[in-house]
């Protein structure tokens, strides 16, 4: 069973930057597929971005190409979200998730969540 802590939400104002922490405990870190998934109140959960075990393979959404960058350390159990040039609908929960299934920008796919970490872009 792996647990998963997000840390880093705040607020920001547009063209600003924030960086998400997820630390991760129990179960097999570095064997586990990363993602980074938000929602915005009254939207769907929509993927964001999604590591693989080694870093070998990362994939992003459209809308977060070219801004966000995703990244982890194996050694302290921990994945990150740099979000730099934030814009106001990038406000949303940021959830973290980990699978042991094969890359996926689908939810259904993640077997862990964490709580969620609030990030919200002022105008």
Not at 15 to 42: N, V
Not at 58 to 86: E, H, P
Not at 106 to 114: I, L, N, T
Request: aromatic share 10%; glycine share 10%.
């Amino acid at each position: 069973q792996v647990q998963l802590v997000e840390s880093g939400g705040g607020l920001v104002q547009a063209g600003g930057s924030l960086r998400l922490s997820c630390a991760a405990s129990g179960g097999t870190f570095s064997s586990s597929r990363m993602g980074w998934f938000r929602q915005a109140t009254g939207k769907e959960r929509e993927f964001v971005a999604t590591i693989s075990r080694s870093t070998g393979a990362i994939v992003y959404a459209d809308s977060v190409r070219g801004r966000f960058i995703i990244s982890r350390d194996n050694a302290k159990n921990t994945v990150y979200l740099q979000m730099n040039s934030l814009k106001p609908e990038d406000t949303a929960v940021y959830y973290c998730a980990a699978s042991n299934r094969p890359i996926s920008t689908s939810a259904r796919m993640y077997e862990y969540w964490g709580q969620g970490t609030q990030v919200s872009v002022s105008s």
